[in-house]
């Protein structure tokens, strides 16, 4: 089955609307490793909230979604680029007890420390830049609440999101009032009228409905009576984007000491990918190259051939 985004437009007002469905995506992800059902719900909310935000990102890069937890879930991470490629991992504490009804606040924020990041990494940075992010309380009961709450905050967008994941798929879907046109800061009464629509009719959106409903469907069930301009669908899909390079470089930024250390002691390092879960093995020569100083071209270069 192929992956969906659907975006959208209601025709004379400044309000637009995404829907995606995760199915071919979500079973990649869950394919690399179990998670206990309460887990699996977060993170393929999370996954269907970063492809419908990483759809209205003007900029060649990846957004990195992250929830750090204070409970019995420590990390739940989600990265999507500009094509729609997600992959997506989550921890879980060495003790974890997962209850079987258990929701975000006693999953990821126990003790009140629980928070909620937002990275933006541009692919080609100029020199000096570096990836935007921004660090905010767990404000939410949910996913789509948290989420909210930082758009409105961060972004000064309104911003409503349905999210919806079992064991099978994972969507959701996105409604956005734009800035109003002119860059007037009184609101248009029209415009109010719209939006305050479309938010009622996706409220009437049920989790059961939601996950037992393609995606076309849903768009003329809820919103059968607006005049909406509809976009060529986009499609996501899984990707990892580690390779033996990357985890080089980050051997390396443990430094020498350490892995030689590590060396003595296990004969070579294993690493698996959190995402993927693909494996990669350096022995002692391996990690010695990481640290290799390349000579310049030109002593390598016979004597004869060397500019004098």
């Not at 959208?8 to 490793?33: C, D, I, K």
């Not at 409903?213 to 919103?223: E, K, N, S, V």
């Amino acid at each position: 089955m192929t992956d969906t985004l659907q975006k959208f437009l209601f025709e004379g007002a400044p309000v637009r609307g995404e829907l995606v469905e995760l199915s071919a995506t979500w079973q990649q992800v869950l394919s690399r490793r179990a998670y206990p059902v309460p887990v699996q719900t977060l993170l393929g909310q999370m996954l269907s909230a970063a492809a419908l935000l990483s759809a209205n990102l003007k900029f060649n890069g990846v957004i990195v979604m992250q929830i750090h937890g204070d409970g019995p879930v420590k990390l739940l991470v989600v990265e999507c680029d500009a094509d729609l490629r997600l992959r997506a991992t989550a921890k879980l504490a060495d003790d974890a007890v997962i209850p079987a009804d258990a929701l975000l606040p006693q999953l990821v924020n126990a003790h009140g420390n629980g928070r909620f990041v937002i990275t933006l990494d541009p692919k080609d940075k100029l020199p000096g830049q570096q990836a935007y992010q921004g660090i905010v309380p767990l404000d939410g009961d949910s996913v789509a609440t948290v989420i909210e709450n930082y758009m409105l905050r961060s972004e000064q967008l309104d911003t409503r999101l349905w999210l919806a994941a079992d064991g099978t798929v994972s969507r959701g879907l996105l409604l956005q009032k734009l800035p109003n046109h002119g860059g007037t800061e009184a609101p248009v009464t029209d415009d109010l009228e719209t939006w305050d629509r479309s938010v009622m009719l996706a409220s009437t959106l049920k989790d059961a409905e939601l996950l037992a409903t393609d995606i076309g469907t849903l768009m003329r069930r809820l919103f059968w009576e607006e005049t909406i301009r509809v976009f060529d669908p986009k499609h996501p899909q899984f990707h990892c984007s580690c390779n033996r390079e990357k985890v080089g470089n980050m051997l390396k930024m443990l430094g020498k000491a350490e892995i030689d250390e590590a060396i003595a002691e296990l004969g070579k390092l294993e690493i698996n990918c959190d995402f993927c879960g693909h494996h990669y093995a350096f022995d002692q020569v391996d990690c010695a190259q990481l640290f290799a100083v390349e000579a310049p071209v030109e002593a390598m270069l016979p004597p004869s051939e060397q500019r004098h």
